[in-house]
């Protein structure tokens, strides 16, 4: 694999019969960490978004140019390996996997990206890449790929070769994303439904803090583990449980003494955020928007107490919507240990509210955070 600091070795013209990918990211109203547990989340996709440009070179060599990050590397398509630069395996991943399943389909391409999506922010970036990868490669080549075929390729590729052992959700936001509506996912058997995002007169505005993480080497993979080895201790003696999201609250309590305090602390952040995703899913259906808000500011709780996956930066911008008028519901959102707060504003406050707390946070922390309104939008999809 050949890397090189620019696109000088990289000359290619795309043309309309090649194939352009746009694919979104995508935002979780409520149910941090549930999906690899077995629970309920309610994610969307958004507005903002990766854009992928495939053309096939008639080689077997595969070039990629990432015009954020001023990168271009080359894949051997013979040759299919780990690399020691995170955004380069998210292709090497999908073309591993393609290639696993469909042996000899993928042949040389050409491909550049470009993204609205902020790295690091929690509106998962790395899914929205690797979807539109899969997607961009399925339609060059006429591979045949489902959609539930391209969300496990993607979430392969994170687990093996970028090195997250994430969930479902997110490779499920941005290939079944529908404009308008969120879906309510139950990560153990991946049925879901979709519902109208009927959050009016209110909006989503999401506050990156640009503290950035790396979930491959964050705690990420350590809550998984943790909430593993707890779940297998209480299915010793319930074995009728099979997801840990199902487990009844007292029966977690009465682990208490067998388990250390921070596994038991994992497991019941995950059982209280699995009732309280079913309640605010509940609330929103009714219209009840104050109570829908209200479990994002509890679900906050969870996740800077029990969980223990917020940070300084976090937990101030949910404190501060707390207690700003025309705020209705916010959270940290993501995986954690930095990226973005997600918060339900008034339209008529969001100016303001923008305004406000980014000078509350320059003040705090010496640092300038990121603020943008997001819309729901449509999966990933070609647009050429």
């Known amino acids: 694999m050949k890397s090189v600091t620019d696109k000088r070795s ?78 380069h395996n998210y292709f090497l991943g999908v073309v591993h996997f393609i290639e696993q399943a469909y042996p000899n389909k993928i042949q040389g391409f050409d491909c550049t990206v470009e993204s609205e999506l902020p790295i690091g922010s929690g509106v998962s970036s790395s899914a929205a890449l690797e979807c539109g990868i899969a997607k961009g490669l ?25 090195g997250t052992k994430c969930g479902i959700m997110d490779q499920f936001a941005v290939v079944r994303g529908k404009k308008g509506k969120f879906i309510r996912l139950d990560c153990t058997d991946l049925s879901f439904e979709y519902i109208p995002a009927n959050i009016e007169p209110y909006s989503i505005v999401l506050l990156n803090t640009n503290v950035s993480h790396n979930l491959a080497t964050s705690e990420y993979n350590l809550r998984r583990q943790e909430c593993d080895s707890g779940f297998k201790a209480i299915q010793e003696k319930y074995p009728k449980y099979h997801v840990l999201a199902r487990v009844p609250e007292e029966v977690v309590r009465e682990f208490k003494s067998k388990l250390a305090s921070k596994t038991l602390n994992r497991l019941l952040y995950v059982v209280q ?111 050429n």
């Open 273 to 383: 955020e699995n009732a309280r995703t079913i309640s605010a899913s509940k609330a929103l259906e009714n219209g009840n928007l104050k109570m829908f808000g209200q479990q994002l500011f509890e679900s906050h709780e969870g996740l800077k107490n029990l969980y223990q996956v917020s940070c300084d930066e976090l937990d101030f911008l949910v404190d501060f919507a707390y207690e700003y008028e025309g705020v209705i519901g916010a959270r940290m959102m993501g995986g954690g240990f930095g990226g973005c707060t997600i918060n339900l504003v008034h339209k008529d406050r969001i100016d303001s509210f923008i305004e406000e707390s980014s000078s509350a946070f320059y003040s705090k922390f010496n640092t300038s955070l990121s603020p943008f309104t997001v819309a729901i939008g449509d999966g990933v999809k070609q647009v």
């Open 10 to 87: 990289f000359k290619t013209t795309f043309h309309r019969d090649d194939v352009i990918i746009e694919s979104p990211g995508r935002i979780n109203i409520i149910g941090e960490h549930l999906d690899y547990n077995g629970g309920q989340v309610l994610p969307a996709a958004i507005n903002l978004k990766v854009r992928l440009s495939f053309k096939k070179n008639g080689t077997s060599r595969c070039n990629c140019y990432s015009k954020s990050y001023k990168d271009y590397f080359e894949i051997d398509l013979n040759k299919v390996e780990i690399s020691e630069k995170e955004w």
């Open 138 to 162: 399925d339609i060059l080549f006429s591979i045949g790929l489902s959609d539930d075929e391209i969300i496990t390729i993607a979430r392969e590729a994170e687990h093996h070769f970028v």
